[in-house]
């Protein structure tokens, strides 16, 4: 990069924004994240992640943290388990001992894993990004709630499904697949559910039937994370007078839904002692590109949100945060690095969310579980 340093932004801190940061740090660039959250663990961080060998862990890697990974990775969570409604079992695939191609992480033990790997002070919490204004000159003023300004010469937008970076790059929002996520789960499942945790094993399990499915995953500390799927308006609770602030009211719509499914797999709503939270799907256009523009760009879910039947959305934004990082490194100019991550990132996020698309047609279809069956059976 040239001899003045450049004034580098990273406005996101997530998976993608801090791996960035850190692959840039540790090579002597320096660079700021912005994060709305008021503090690292200000919001429950979600379930867990399957980091996979040539993406998520090859970015584990070029940053320096394998070690730390695999300190708090469980390869055991690659268990796969497919079932249909009745509850009888069509696939089942335990890791061999020893692999390594994608074990699990819990989302918040790798965000913690991320930002002890930065210099203290890397992160600045509670600055939601505003607006962003182009200079003229390649540099924007990036402008945050509550007034403050600072201007960068590249702001890299890693903020995620709504982001606010990307509108200035380009014009298409996401979309709502069509299919819907509530989710819930149960703590302390080994000791207090052990029939739950029986059947959802170390692993993942996913039982489908006629466009619903439900899935169910193991996280760290015995907790199982479940998600009830299914095709239908996002409007669903809406239309059906289902208060989603009130557990027992989304409970009850939920088993109304998966009337005549098996009753082993029915306790996974039945008795979930978590509360029930709504999250439609929604993606980008695929493919989704932009006109390159100096001073900007995009990297993860900013970029190429896709629904997580890829199962690739944070190991490709770690990507992304890795490859721009090094790109930046190599280049003697700021934009000529952006460009050369942009023409690699874009067609690899393309093929991505194509299989991310094709994934969720064939688990949440009318003939399910054949579609996923098929699948697992041709990787
Ligand atoms: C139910 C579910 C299961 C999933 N399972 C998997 C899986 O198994 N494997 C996998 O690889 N992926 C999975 N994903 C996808 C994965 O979670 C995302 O693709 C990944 O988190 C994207 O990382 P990111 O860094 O691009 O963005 P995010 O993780 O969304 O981080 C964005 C960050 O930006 C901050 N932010 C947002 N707006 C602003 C703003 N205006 N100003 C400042 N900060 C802002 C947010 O606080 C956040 O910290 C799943 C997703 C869902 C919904």
Same mark, same amino acid.
């Given at each position: 990069?040239?001899?003045?340093?450049?004034?580098?932004?990273?406005?996101?801190?997530?998976?993608?924004?801090?791996?960035?940061?850190?692959?840039?740090?540790?090579?002597?660039?320096?660079?700021?994240?912005? @994060?709305?959250?008021?503090?690292?663990?200000?919001?429950?961080?979600?379930?867990?992640?399957?980091?996979?060998?040539?993406?998520?862990?090859?970015?584990?890697?070029?940053?320096?943290?394998?070690?730390?990974?695999?300190?708090?990775?469980?390869?055991?969570?690659?268990?796969?388990?497919?079932?249909?409604?009745?509850?009888?079992?069509?696939?089942?695939?335990?890791?061999?001992?020893?692999?390594?191609?994608?074990?699990?992480?819990?989302?918040?033990?790798?965000?913690?894993?991320?930002?002890?790997?930065?210099?203290?002070?890397?992160?600045?919490?509670?600055?939601?990004?505003?607006?962003?204004?182009?200079?003229?000159?390649?540099?924007?003023?990036?402008?945050?709630?509550?007034?403050?300004?600072?201007?960068?010469?590249?702001?890299?937008?890693?903020?995620?499904?709504?982001?606010?970076?990307?509108?200035?790059?380009?014009?298409?929002?996401?979309?709502?697949?069509?299919?819907?996520?509530?989710?819930?789960?149960?703590?302390?499942? @080994?000791?207090?559910?052990?029939?739950?945790?029986?059947?959802?094993?170390?692993?993942?399990?996913?039982?489908?039937?006629?466009?619903?499915?439900?899935?169910?995953?193991?996280?760290?500390?015995?907790?199982?994370?479940?998600?009830?799927?299914?095709?239908?308006?996002?409007?669903?609770?809406?239309?059906?007078?289902?208060?989603?602030?009130?557990?027992?009211?989304?409970?009850?719509?939920?088993?109304?839904?998966?009337?005549?499914?098996? @009753?082993?797999?029915?306790?996974?709503?039945?008795?979930?002692?978590?509360?029930?939270?709504?999250?439609?799907?929604?993606?980008?256009?695929?493919?989704?590109?932009?006109?390159?523009?100096?001073?900007?760009?995009?990297?993860?879910?900013?970029?190429?949100?896709?629904?997580?039947?890829?199962?690739?959305?944070?190991?490709?934004?770690?990507? @992304?945060?890795?490859?721009?990082?090094?790109?930046?490194?190599?280049?003697?100019?700021?934009?000529?690095?952006?460009?050369?991550?942009?023409?690699?990132?874009?067609?690899?996020?393309?093929?991505?969310?194509?299989?991310?698309?094709?994934?969720?047609?064939?688990?949440?279809?009318?003939?399910?579980?054949?579609?996923?069956?098929?699948?697992?059976?041709?990787?």
């Amino acid at each position: 990069m040239t001899s003045t340093t450049p004034r580098i932004a990273i406005i996101g801190g997530g998976p993608g924004g801090l791996i960035c940061a850190r692959v840039l740090q540790r090579h002597g660039i320096p660079v700021t994240v912005f @994060d709305r959250d008021a503090y690292a663990e200000d919001r429950p961080q979600g379930g867990t992640l399957d980091m996979q060998e040539d993406t998520g862990q090859a970015a584990l890697r070029a940053a320096g943290l394998e070690e730390e990974f695999a300190a708090v990775a469980r390869p055991e969570g690659q268990e796969m388990r497919l079932l249909d409604h009745t509850g009888t079992l069509l696939f089942q695939r335990r890791p061999a001992p020893g692999e390594q191609r994608n074990p699990e992480i819990d989302r918040g033990e790798l965000r913690r894993l991320l930002l002890d790997s930065l210099a203290p002070g890397t992160v600045r919490w509670g600055r939601y990004l505003r607006t962003l204004h182009p200079l003229g000159d390649g540099s924007h003023k990036a402008e945050f709630d509550g007034g403050a300004a600072e201007t960068f010469d590249l702001v890299i937008g890693a903020d995620g499904a709504w982001s606010r970076v990307r509108p200035l790059l380009s014009e298409h929002a996401p979309h709502y697949s069509g299919v819907t996520f509530v989710e819930t789960g149960f703590g302390d499942a @080994d000791t207090r559910h052990p029939a739950v945790a029986q059947l959802v094993g170390d692993g993942s399990m996913m039982a489908a039937h006629d466009n619903k499915a439900l899935i169910a995953q193991r996280n760290s500390r015995g907790r199982i994370r479940v998600y009830a799927a299914f095709r239908g308006s996002q409007d669903w609770a809406l239309e059906h007078g289902v208060n989603l602030t009130d557990p027992e009211a989304v409970r009850a719509a939920l088993l109304k839904r998966f009337t005549g499914w098996d @009753d082993r797999l029915l306790a996974l709503l039945r008795d979930a002692d978590g509360g029930f939270v709504n999250r439609p799907l929604y993606a980008l256009p695929v493919p989704h590109s932009w006109t390159h523009t100096p001073g900007l760009t995009l990297l993860g879910d900013a970029a190429h949100l896709m629904t997580p039947f890829s199962g690739m959305g944070a190991n490709l934004a770690m990507l @992304d945060g890795c490859e721009l990082a090094q790109s930046l490194l190599r280049h003697a100019e700021l934009d000529e690095a952006v460009r050369a991550y942009e023409t690699a990132m874009l067609p690899r996020a393309a093929r991505a969310a194509e299989g991310a698309a094709r994934g969720l047609d064939n688990a949440i279809a009318p003939d399910a579980p054949q579609g996923s069956l098929r699948h697992l059976h041709s990787r």
